[in-house]
Structures are given as structure tokens and as C-alpha cells.
């Protein structure tokens, strides 16, 4: 039973960025967009590392300012549907928003990677068998599959990491192993099989370094499906649970302000669009591949 | 070489059911029984253990997993997939009120999206590198990489609060003429026709401009072809089955949008009594649901790969 490599269409442009020399290229190979797309990335990354200590305002004190409060010198974004600042709430919710996102994913591609590798140096039933189990999981709609899950464990934070992780592994996995078969069955492996190396030398030293750059493009990618999912769960009520809040339940929690010009939603629902938009701009621009070159032109 | 063809679509389709049973088990698996003891989740702590006793022995959970599965399984074959843990009510009835409503929610949609992604796709084809195709392409990718509820939520706010052409919250439940009905149907309409169409757009573009590649568009434009005549002509009658594969695929979107958009709008579809269901832990309920979308979901992928393998007479030799 082959599963239709179509299913999940958005992998495709992942597989087909050639391998680039170096795996982080230098800044001053990266297009104009390329480097928005950095620089952006930068930013949210910072302020979701350092954003507890920044605050203009507490993220939970509701007692100075009014209801919905319209963009104002001391309220740059508005006041939320309890009157507390959006600045800081959005700033608080970056560490859910990446922090959650980024620890799944990297969870998701250590696994995918692990398990591709094995079963591209191990094959027959090993491989047979982990390639019908993933393709039955791949088959489920991504966020059929956080909502079972779910439903079943209920969403805890460390519960959402798992699920996110759960829900993108199998993605993973089939890039790496398609990746790792190929060269698994170049001469210079070959070589060193009959040198006597071992599986996990094989895998590490010989595999590993040749699929860095797609796994890279790959980890993007993967990265923002889980914001998406992720955001979407929270969306439903379902994520992350108040008095905490990732993006995705700030702009739930404020709907109310959409009839009234709504900052408080407009604002985190931004925060989203450009921390997503400008991980794909980085993808799309990474230097030295086929994407990046029919761009420059 | 017919009868080739149809043993593939037959062995696509029974790799289709295959699919859906294998799905089948997981989805048991992680709602039925991973989480524990449901009667004790429904009764909750300070049930007596007659109580509990009596419960587990009519929700069948004295029985070994496997045989649940049969048992869940073969009811949910037959179209009784059991009572809901909430309401007591059961799920084939609380189902058949709702999915009509989404179905038409997903067939507006789909007649609406369908020829506008495609006709929007081949221009962006017809003209690419112009203004046209990438600005297209640009408000493409980034309807893709945001997640569907904030393209909800931007359209409430443009149509419904800015221009007030649009009420922002439908029920189907209170519709007395036609013209109301299109009203409170147009906002999760729009909402979800833009996912719908950045998808497809960009697919159907993809797969015509794939096609221009190939050695007899060369030739063709060595003829002194228009480069309209060259598209439209030439390149695309040989898109037919990628672009037909790409409507099916971007269909699948529905799914994942169509959650969103009926708790956004309330409106009264399969997906929100499903997400409800969820909040509630309501789980025969949540299974039903999500093996209709799953189903769904296998049914369009299959249709996709079938549009392929008829499209494309390469495929038939594998």
C-alpha cells in the first residue's frame, strides 16, 4: 500500500530544495524577502525569550484601564474584553505561541529523523511495517487528529507539545526516509559498510550530514503547521487554557471587539499572520535552492 | 486496456477502505481505550462500586479492547454507533440533524470556489510574472501560511462590520425566504472560499505552468504560437488530470476549514457538534464525528489519485 505522496501537498516544496552547500547559509547570500522573513523571525523569537521581562503592563491586572479600550499612547494595542493591556498580553503569549510551537517541533523532527534513519539503513520488515503504521496516521486529517486526541487526554500543556509532536511526525519521518534510502544506497555508504562500520555510524556520519539542508526546510515548514494547529486548537477553546493564552485564544477571547474596530483582535491575529508568513519567506528564500534561484531572476 | 485500468481503480479503492479501517483503529485506539475507565469518568469519583459495576457492564467495558472494537465497529457499520455520554441521545440522530447543514455549507462553497480558483490559476498561468500573477500569488501564499480562523475573522470585519453588507453570525435554523437564506449563508461562504481558492489557485497554476515546461510547448512556440493559444490550447487540455487532482486536494481543505468557520458563525454543522463534543469529552459522539471526516478526507484523496491515474496513462504501468 503506497499512500499518495500527494496527500500532504504542502511537503512536496520541501523535498524539492536541493540540498544546499552549507546548511545555514551567510547573510549575505539571502535575498531582500529572505532577510525580512530573518529579521521578523528574529524579532518574535526575541521577544518571546526575553518577553516576561519587557512588559509594559502585568499580562493579568485588570483593574486600571476600561473595556476594549481603543489604541492609545499607553495601550498600544488596545485593552482587552477584561480591560487588561494587549501589548503585554501578546507579548506573555509569544511564549506560548513559539515556545509550545518550537519544542513540538524540534520533538517532531528528532523523531521523524530517528525513525526515517532507521528504517532507511535497517529496511525489510523493520521499515515495512513503520511505513504502513505512519502512513495510517498520516491519513487522518491533522486537526481531526489533535481534536481525538484531545478529546481523550484533555490539553494540557505538555499534553498539546505531545500532541503536536504526535501529529507531525509521520511527515518527517517520510521526508527523511525518501532522503536517506537514496543516499543509503550511494557507493561511499557501501564503502563504508564493507570498511565494517556499524548502523549508527552509518546513520550519523555518513546520512545525517547529507540531508541537513532539506530536514532545515523541512523543520520550517513543520513549524508552521504546529503555530497553525496549534493556534486553531486555542481558537476552539481548546489549547492553551486561560488565565493563560497563546495568540489563538487572544484573538477568541477579544471576537467581541470586531464590532467595535477591534485592536484587540486585529492585533494578535497580526502577530500570527507575520511570525507565519515570514517563516515561509525564509523557506522560500533560503539561498541555493531552486526556489531561491528562479525568484532572483 | 480497460480492464487494466479498471483492476487499478479497483485496487485504489479497496486500498481506500483499507486505509479508512486501519484509521478506524486508531481512532478507537486513543478515544476508546487509552484514556481509562469511562464509567468512572462519567459517574466521577464518589460513584458507588455497584454503580460503576453496573455501568461498565452496559457500556460493554468488561470486554476485552479487541472485542469493543468489533462490537463499536460493526454498529457503526449499521448505523448505530452508540449514545451519546452527555445528552443519552443517539449519535446516528444527533448526526443526521446536523451534516445536511454542513454538506450544504461544503457544496455552496465548492461550487463557488471551484471555477473561480481555476479560472484565477490559469491566468495567473496565462500572464505569469506579471503584476497580475504575483499579486495573486502573493495574497495566495499568504491566505496559505495563516491559519483559517484569522481569514474568518478578517472577512467578518471587512464585510460584516466595515461595509455592513453582511449579517456576521448564520443559523440555518431561522431562514423564511431564499434571499435571507443567501445572507446568513454568505459569510461562512466567503470565509471559506478564500482558503479554498489560494489552495486551489495555486495548485491549478502549478500544474499548468508544469506542463509549459515540456518539450512540446517548445515546439509549439517555435510555430509562432500566441502564448493565449499556447495555454489555453496546448497546455492546458494536457493539465486536465494534475488540475483536476489539485480541486480534489484542495477540497480536503474543506474539512479543516469548515471546523473553524461553524464555530466562528455558530452555525449548526457536524464540525461544531463535533468541537463540542470535545469540550463536553463526549466520546461515542467525538468518534462518529471524526470517522465522518476522516472518511471524507480518504474518499477526496482517492477521487485525487484516481483523477491521476486516469489523467495520466504513464501511471497505469506501475
Redesign the interface.
Known amino acids: 500500500m503506497s499512500t499518495p505522496a500527494a496527500i500532504e501537498p504542502e511537503v512536496a516544496s520541501a523535498t524539492s530544495a536541493a540540498p544546499a552547500a552549507r546548511a545555514v547559509p551567510r547573510l549575505s547570500r539571502w535575498s531582500r524577502s529572505g532577510l525580512l522573513g530573518l529579521v521578523v523571525l528574529a524579532f518574535w523569537f526575541f521577544i518571546a525569550a526575553a518577553g516576561p521581562w519587557l512588559l509594559p503592563h502585568s499580562a493579568t491586572d485588570m483593574g486600571a484601564a476600561g473595556v476594549f479600550e481603543a489604541v492609545s499612547f499607553t495601550h498600544p494595542f488596545g485593552t482587552d474584553y477584561l480591560g487588561r493591556d494587549m501589548l503585554s498580553r501578546i507579548m506573555d503569549g509569544a511564549r506560548y505561541t513559539i515556545g509550545v510551537a518550537l519544542i513540538a517541533t524540534l520533538l517532531a523532527c528528532a523523531a521523524g529523523t530517528l525513525l526515517g534513519l532507521l528504517a532507511a539503513v535497517n529496511g525489510g520488515w523493520f521499515d515495512a511495517a513503520l511505513s504502513r503504521l505512519l502512513d495510517t496516521v498520516v491519513s487522518i486529517p491533522s486537526k481531526m487528529l489533535a481534536l481525538v486526541i484531545v478529546a481523550a487526554f484533555g490539553s494540557s500543556v505538555t499534553l498539546l507539545v505531545a500532541m503536536a509532536a504526535i501529529v507531525y511526525t509521520p511527515g518527517c519521518y517520510r521526508i527523511i526516509r525518501s532522503l536517506a534510502v537514496n543516499i543509503n544506497a550511494m557507493d561511499y555508504v557501501t564503502v563504508a559498510r564493507t570498511r565494517g562500520e556499524g548502523r549508527a555510524y552509518i546513520m550519523v556520519r555518513e546520512i545525517l550530514p547529507n540531508i541537513t539542508g532539506p530536514l532545515l526546510a523541512d523543520m520550517g515548514l513543520r513549524f508552521v503547521y504546529v503555530v497553525r494547529l496549534l493556534a486553531s486548537l486555542s481558537f476552539l477553546g481548546l489549547g492553551i487554557q486561560p488565565p493563560a493564552a497563546d495568540w489563538g485564544s487572544l484573538v477568541r477571547e477579544n471576537l467581541g471587539a470586531l464590532a467595535m474596530g477591534g485592536a484587540s483582535v486585529i492585533a494578535p491575529a497580526l502577530a500570527i499572520a507575520t511570525l507565519t508568513i515570514a517563516v515561509n519567506l525564509v523557506i522560500d528564500n533560503l539561498p541555493g535552492t531552486a526556489q531561491a534561484a528562479r525568484d532572483d531572476h | 486496456m480497460n480492464l487494466l485500468l479498471l483492476r487499478l481503480i479497483a485496487g485504489r479503492l479497496v486500498?481506500g477502505l483499507?486505509?479508512l479501517l486501519?484509521?478506524s483503529?486508531?481512532?478507537f485506539t486513543?478515544?476508546g481505550l487509552?484514556?481509562g475507565d469511562a464509567a468512572q469518568e462519567q459517574l466521577g469519583q464518589d460513584a458507588t462500586p455497584e454503580a460503576l459495576a453496573a455501568l461498565r457492564q452496559q457500556m460493554g467495558l468488561t470486554q476485552s479492547g479487541p472485542e469493543r472494537y468489533l462490537q463499536w465497529l460493526s454498529g457503526s457499520v449499521q448505523g448505530n454507533p452508540g449514545k451519546s455520554t452527555v445528552s443519552g441521545a443517539p449519535v446516528a440522530d444527533l448526526i443526521g440533524s446536523r451534516l445536511p447543514n454542513s454538506l450544504l455549507l461544503a457544496g455552496f462553497t465548492a461550487a463557488i470556489s471551484v471555477p473561480l480558483a481555476l479560472v484565477l490559476g490559469i491566468l495567473c498561468a496565462l500572464w505569469r510574472g506579471s503584476w497580475f500573477d504575483r499579486a495573486a500569488s502573493m495574497g495566495a501564499?499568504?491566505v496559505v501560511?495563516?491559519?483559517?480562523?484569522?481569514v474568518a475573522?478578517?472577512a467578518?470585519?471587512i464585510f460584516?462590520?466595515h461595509l455592513r453588507w453582511l449579517p456576521?453570525l448564520s443559523s440555518s435554523a431561522d431562514v423564511s425566504s431564499f434571499g435571507h437564506m443567501l445572507k446568513s449563508f454568505a459569510m461562512p461562504v466567503l470565509s471559506l472560499a478564500c482558503v479554498i481558492v489560494a489552495q486551489m489557485m495555486r495548485?491549478t497554476r502549478a500544474a499548468v505552468i508544469d506542463q509549459l515546461r515540456a518539450a512540446y510547448i517548445e515546439m509549439v512556440k517555435l510555430k509562432g504560437a500566441t502564448p493565449a493559444r499556447m495555454v489555453l490550447a496546448h497546455a492546458l487540455p494536457n493539465a486536465v488530470g494534475p488540475i483536476a487532482?489539485a480541486v480534489a486536494?484542495s477540497l480536503?481543505y474543506l474539512?479543516?476549514g469548515v471546523?473553524?468557520v461553524e464555530?466562528?458563525f455558530n452555525y449548526p454543522g457536524i464540525a461544531k457538534l463535533?468541537?463540542d463534543?470535545?469540550?463536553q469529552?463526549d466520546?461515542p459522539l467525538?468518534q462518529a464525528c471524526?470517522m465522518i471526516?476522516?472518511a471524507a478526507?480518504?474518499i477526496l484523496?482517492t477521487v485525487?489519485?484516481l483523477c491521476s491515474i486516469v489523467a495520466n496513462p504513464r501511471l497505469r504501468h506501475q
Request: proline letters at 4%.
Open positions: 486500498m483499507v486505509s486501519a484509521v483503529v486508531v481512532v486513543i478515544t487509552l484514556p501564499v499568504a501560511s495563516v491559519p483559517e480562523f484569522l475573522t478578517l467578518v470585519l460584516a462590520v456576521a495548485m487532482n486536494l480536503s474539512l479543516g471546523i473553524i464555530v466562528i463535533m468541537v463534543a470535545v469540550a469529552r466520546m467525538v471524526a471526516f476522516c478526507y480518504l484523496v485525487a489519485d
